[in-house]
């Protein structure tokens, strides 16, 4: 089975940068599709930015031109690039791999955001 582990979180004042990583167990390539959840309290959970085996990327609104996210199949890793971040992007990051198109088979334990106003 594969493990996603996700590290990178913390404590930032808005207008900060943060760099999440997820380390996969497995190979990276053999997914069809990552990318980055993420939920704040009370809040449901929203696509942040996906990522395709063939380098196809899309991101949400709310994030656009702010967060870049990237992959490194050599160190079976996926990237979230965080930069010009809101205290509305408090939240917990959730990474996940896919090998079909919206099956999200695996996910990682999480990492958390928190931005100060």
């Known amino acids: 089975q594969v493990q996603l582990v996700e590290s990178g979180g913390g404590l930032v004042q808005a207008g900060g940068s943060l760099r999440l990583s997820c380390a996969a167990s497995?190979?990276?390539?053999?997914?069809?599709?990552m990318g980055w959840f993420r939920r704040a309290p009370g809040e449901q959970r929203e696509l942040v930015a996906s990522?395709?085996?063939?380098?196809?990327?899309n991101y949400a609104d709310f994030v656009k031109g702010r967060f870049t996210i990237s992959r490194d199949n050599a160190k079976n890793t996926l990237y979230l690039q965080m930069n010009s971040l809101k205290p509305e992007d408090t939240a917990v990051y959730y990474c996940?791999?896919?090998?079909?198109?919206?099956?999200?088979?695996?996910w990682g334990q999480g990492t958390q955001v928190t931005v100060s106003s």
């Open positions: 497995g190979i990276i390539f053999n997914f069809n599709n």
């Open positions: 990522m395709t085996n063939n380098g196809r990327t």
């Open positions: 996940y791999a896919s090998y079909a198109v919206g099956t999200r088979d695996y």
